[in-house]
DNA sequence: TATATTATAGGCATATTTGCCTATTTTTAA
DNA sequence: TTAAAAATAGGCAAATATGCCTATAATATA
């Protein structure tokens, strides 16, 4: 398989942290509240639309708890 | 152990990618130029002066064939 | 269906990162 | 110890992320 652009790197990771998310029974206001952010850069973290901080990449895997290399899978779905 | 605030993780991640650069051999100019970044942004993550994006740590991750767990392990040196 | 909840869309001002640059300091190797 | 290589420091403009906000769309639930 060949490496993804940055592009499409962010929107697969996007994708794996709203799987993540759901599966640990999440709304986005939620996981925004627990870390701090504003729930609209969740949705623009999901959609793959901003390229986010290592530190907000952090705190959502504490808050989740889920393992980095979870969200950062590069599986196609 | 306590968890870390943001500024104590960026060092500690700063540290690990240090630690990962060196022993597989790149000197920061090289890492830039492999991912297409500014030397001096590297000497800045290294040291946890800004947070860089995910799309550049999963840039890192595949230049120096390391696991992006590595670089979030927070492990007191 | 209709009502509430959840998520998306986007504008705008502010904050932060980044690239580009020069200079200085530190580390490595001869 | 000296020269070369590597890393640090910081200024500045441009690009991007973020917070705050309102409105709309999509989804879930009564």
Known sequence: ???????????????NLRKARK???FTQSQLA?????EISQISRIERGIINTS????NAISRALRVDIQELFNLIKN
């Open 33 to 37: 509240n627990d870390i701090g952010i």
């Open 54 to 57: 290592v530190g907000n990449v």
């Open 23 to 25: 599966s640990k029974g």
């Open 1 to 15: 398989m060949e490496y993804l652009n940055e592009k499409e790197f962010l929107i697969a990771f996007g994708k």
